[in-house]
């Protein structure tokens, strides 16, 4: 591999003070973003009466009740399931991405635009449509399809490691992707001129993905051993304990115990240092630069008739299952009739649609939500390209991985713990006295937002960021272009649709994210994703499901425009380089 | 020149922090909202609140005082959260959510406000309710485990708990999981009190299980269970219950005894003097006529379908009188600190 690339650039360790001064800017606005709430939060495991969460300094009892409350069966089903869930929904994404980035199969932009659907759809109602579509009179029922075998197959492991994997697939196509899209067609070419046959070529071509491969799988892993909405309802219902949900159990239940759930997060960081040594250790001193100036678009591979059916079979198949359920669930339910059960003509009414923008109870939190989500998505945009950039220069030394493991680390750990660590936090008597009240306001919901997404999106361009050549940006410098204007005439175009996705990334998941916002939202401004889910806990669903479909509406909206907006836009040299096409 | 005094890399890096701070900033200057926390010097109330009819209750009082009044409105269990979490110097001015085991346990840490208690004709079951130290008020009266069922296959419904584990009723009742739904860790606790003891309680529930007992885990999934014919009857909190009966072939009946869920405020004990008398106006405001007709309007297919505390207040027609209801009382500050516990045993045994 390392005959693939120039080395990176040469490195120039200054020792002055003034360049130092930027990497310090970074880690302290990274301090205060992730470090100290998280690590807050954590310390609580050992030390509950630091904030008031029990009467010891110190004490290991926390990790004592953890364990009684059944967090090791819980952790042990969390690992095995997110293991099974990142390889099958990584196999998934590089057969979804080299069919829609190397082939000319039909429908190519719906199939990229409906990962973003299935992105975006909240994990919960994911597992609540199939809940719904197979439980015992459920609509399966209602169809004459009555599978009692199918229905306690699917309320169980197996059902609840199928929901993740149609949630994984996203983020593993959104690493693997823009990685497979971008190699350029010279070494394809160089492959097939000596002689390598087709297949024989993508095997020359998935090594060069390995870094992709592997962000994919630590990011599905880390995104499923986080995730509630699935522990909360599929996985709750079939007796099968998850980590997130022994975590959430002991915050839901009164008295609160913070400490237990600190110390359920210590485990869940575990599992993903973990993960993180097995990914360090498989790409370790490895070059994967193939991504330059002179990267040649892949030529597309004409599929043949059965070829494009496969392709075609493939993609409706996924996607049937992973939207299909769902979006069935809250459509029948946000049509039904008020007192109906059943999706007949008679009982189809509209009444809630009406009702929802007669009373504006979604506009103004619609409104609130997009705006910070918009706000935080650009700064994301930004820095998670310039923390990616970080993380895979090739002399990336230890604080490069420090800061791999603190962004996995945040990630694994569901967003209640980063809404109570920046209560813990920014909410502390003293820094009250130092006159910043910070808590309550939306700068500092914005702010863990910005926390929350800024992981996610890193690790998700570490892969196509890895195949950035250096040597594009040293000829721009030797003929004489500054540092930013390198960066915006070379870098910038490599990668701006890997900031576009980033951006859209960011966007949908701040419209929808519930824990942080319950946490922290400043009183009287309702986010989006509290709206709906006090409207879902009153009996009538039709109210909650008809917002969600709006708001879904919304959400796929914008991300028409923005792709279509790209591809209208942007110069057509960027759209030419763009690592991700189409 | 450059390349040799400033590393490229941290020049990048430099730049795009710098441009995402522009963008922050303008962002920041943009929004005309509430975004950093400026103490005026009107201390406004924060409401903390999980009751439907919250909203238009704290606008009116708003308009009626005059007092500036902010609301948090969320479920019990996220509010509860956000309160633990702020324990080191708490946010929160009043607290009103369904069911005392919580207030009770806040009581226990110190956090309540004792002693208060507006002056008002009090019901004989409110009465009831109010502990001794008066740290929390009721404010009004639901069931946490109303029996609903469908009239076109059910003509005469159970009257009493034991007839549930009968033949007669073999995979027809269904319930929501408690570690799931707030209210029915209440309905729960009502069971195993009414059953004598803890054993005698989870055995009956271990009788229902064996009857075919169907729980899913909130109250929309167990109504579209009995809407669709899957299960024939349904144990959910009144409110619910009734709202959903209103334009339907369901119908409401009460076992004996049905177990009280007030819905309660209670006051935080940290806040200000000014915040403290700001919080009792509201107490009185919501129990007075103005504010039970807030209370009555603002969710009336839902959460306003209680059963008032006082004395002379009506409740909605929709509801059958309070006095046809055979009842029985919580004791909060006992089964309160067994909510984790009791719901991590119906979770790993009557939950499959």
Redesign the interface.
Known sequence: MKSLSLPG?P??R?RGSL?AA??L??WA?LALLLVVPVGLFLVTAFSPRL???GSAWFSLGSFGSAIQ?GVLRGILDSILVGSLTAVVAVAIALFLAWWVARTNLVGRGLWSFLIWAVLLSPSYLVALGW??VL????AF?DLGLRLPWLTSLFFGPVGVTFVYITKGVPFAFLAVAPALAGIGREYEDAARIHGAGRLRAWRTLLPMLAPAIWAGLALVFAETISDFGVA??LA??S?F?LATFTLF??????????PVAAAVGWFLVGAVGLALLLQARAIRGRVYAVLSGRTRSPVRIRLSRSGQLLGLGFAMGFFGLALGAPMLGALTSSLLR?????LAGAAVSTIYYRQLLHSGALIAPLE?SA?MA??VA??VA??A??MA??LT?RQAGVSARILDLLLLATIALPG?VL??GY??AY???LI?RLGI???????LLGMAYLAGALPTTTRILVGPLAQVDQSP?QAA?VLGA???R??AAV?FPMVARSCLWAWLLTFTGVLFELPVS??L??????PLS?AI??A??????GPGTAMIVVAIAFALAVVGVALVGFRWLAPRGWRNLAVAQR | MAATRVNPRQGRIVALILTAGVVALGALLATPARLVGAKSQDVPLVVYSAQGYDKNTVAAFQKATGIPTEIVDDSTGPLLARIAAEASNPQWGLLWVDGDEAFAALDRQGTLLKHFEPKVNWTAAAKKVIPADKSYIPTGFTLACALIYNSAVVSTPPSSWSQLTGAEWRGALGMNNPSVSGPTYPCVAGVLQHAGSVSAGERYFEQLKANGLVIHDVNGDTLNALQSGQIKLAMIQSSAAIGAAEDSSLKVAFLNPETLLPSVIGIDSKVSRQERLEAERFAEYVLSRPGQHQMQVGDPHGDSLYWPVLRGVNPLPALPQFAAVPYQVLNAYSWGPREAALNNWFTNNIVS
């Open positions: 650039q490195s120039k200054g360049r930027p990497g800017f970074g606005g904030f008031d969460q409350s809940e719904q439980v015992s009179h459920g029922w909360d309802t709750a219902s007796k304990p159990n002991s915050i839901d239940n009164f008295p609160v115990h913070f008020p007192g109906s059960a059943h609130f705006r918009a706000i650009t700064i930004v820095l390209v310039a950039h970080y220069r209640i809404g109570a209560i813990f909410n502390l008597p009250n009240h910070l808590y309550g306001t939306s700068l940006v410098r500054g540092p930013l390198a960066l870098v319950q946490m939202y400043p009183p009287g401004q309702f509290v889910t006090t879902l806990a009153t009996y009538v669903y």
